[in-house]
């Protein structure tokens, strides 16, 4: 039995606001990460960077959001491939965008408000035993 996506376009797009301080200091409280590189502007100074970079798993997690649809619709993320391309920095906004390889498969690219890719990836979705989207 083939499995699909019942009124699945074939790109998804999402724009996100500028990354602020805020946002990368609630995810380090969220996830215990108070890498100085992230929270503190001086100490990534130190480090050779121009201020504090986001966390590599917010990336994920904003990636991750393109799907929300889809799992709250019977379907879960099976995988997700990351591989991060360049830093992103506190005021860069990011434009995430994920295209059907086929299926229920999707390739990822972030790039920045520069258009400088950032990100690339892929996501494979399966549907949930039972679901109303099984053929």
């Known amino acids: 039995m083939k499995k699909v996506l019942q009124d699945a376009s074939s790109s998804k797009h999402k724009k996100l606001p500028p990354v602020s301080q805020q946002m990368i200091d609630d995810y380090a409280a969220a996830s215990g990460d108070f890498n100085p590189i992230h929270v503190d502007a001086e100490a990534a100074r130190t480090h050779g960077l121009p201020g504090t970079i986001v966390h590599g798993m917010l ?67 399966e549907h949930k035993k039972g679901g109303a989207h099984e053929h």
């Open 59 to 125: 990336t994920m997690g904003w990636i991750s959001s393109l799907f929300a649809d889809e799992v709250s619709d019977g379907f879960y993320m099976k995988k997700l491939e990351t591989t991060f391309l360049a830093k992103v920095y506190t005021g860069d906004q990011l434009i995430m965008e994920a295209v059907s390889a086929h299926d229920l498969e999707w390739e990822i690219r972030v790039t920045n408000q520069l258009g400088n890719k950032v990100a690339k990836g892929l996501v494979q979705l």
